[in-house]
T-cell receptor
Framework: KAGVTQTPRYLIKTRGQQVTLSCSPI?????VSWYQQTPGQGLQFLFE???????NKGNFPGRFSGRQFSNSRSEMNVSTLELGDSALYLC?????????????????FGSGTQLSVL | SQQGEEDPQALSIQEGENATMNCSYK?????LQWYRQNSGRGLVHLIL?????REKHSGRLRVTLDTSKKSSSLLITASRAADTASYFC????????????FGKGTKLSVIP
């Protein structure tokens, strides 16, 4: 089975622009979570989706949004980029069988998208 | 906010030695997970230990959990250069939680 695929791998943007990151989960996995990793704040939860519904969102401003499609693929969008948005954005998928919580089982992470905001 | 705090922040050992990393947390948990991350890459799940378990093994890995002390430890035995990575503990406060709360990690260097 292919792993979690994130595209693009690297991205350079300037302040004020917007960006869309993509994540394809492992086949059959219905839960997709997004995390932001920075040297200062570490790993922080952004949001989690299951069956096209956002079930939980972390403490991030409204500039951060996401969605999930019927095939479980997910995208996240950051509008009006700020320098502090430079980070590694990680996507993780899990089975979350019968709509359960993804954290009762292991998460499978992609390699991430490294976003640099200049 | 960070729930888990790993200790030490960095650890350097010789190949063949054992490596022990500790994680402390503040609130009650449903389960605790350990992940490994090679530089700039995604995280790889190592072990999940539930709040009613005290010890789990997986290959060269041994994880303990002491809920009374709100702490966990990860032991890697007979370390290899390929074990060089950052190790994170992640806590899950309740059975219905949708997010992992990560610590800042321990950076392990295994010298050949």
């Amino acid at each position: 089975k292919a792993g979690v695929t994130q595209t693009p791998r690297y991205l350079i943007k300037t302040r004020g622009q917007q960006v869309t990151l993509s994540c394809s989960p492992i086949s059959g996995h219905r839960s997709v979570s997004w995390y932001q990793q920075t040297p200062g704040q570490g790993l922080q939860f952004l949001f989690e989706y299951f069956s096209e519904t956002q079930r939980n969102k972390g403490n991030f401003p409204g500039r951060f949004s996401g969605r999930q499609f019927s095939n479980s693929r997910s995208e996240m969008n950051v509008s009006t980029l700020e320098l502090g948005d430079s980070a590694l954005y990680l996507c993780a998928s899990s089975l979350a069988g019968t709509g359960g919580s993804p954290t009762n089982e292991k998460l499978f992470f992609g390699s991430g998208t490294q976003l640099s905001v200049l | 906010s960070q729930q888990g705090e790993e200790d030490p922040q960095a650890l350097s050992i010789q190949e063949g030695e054992n490596a022990t990393m500790n994680c402390s947390y503040k609130t009650s948990i449903n389960n605790l997970q350990w992940y490994r991350q090679n530089s700039g890459r995604g995280l790889v799940h190592l072990i999940l230990i539930r709040s009613n378990e005290r010890e789990k093994h997986s290959g060269r890995l041994r994880v303990t959990l002491d809920t009374s002390k709100k702490s966990s430890s990860l032991l890697i035995t007979a370390s290899r250069a390929a074990d060089t990575a950052s190790y994170f503990c992640a806590t899950v406060p309740g059975a219905g939680s949708y997010q992992l709360t990560f610590g800042k990690g321990t950076k392990l260097s295994v010298i050949p």
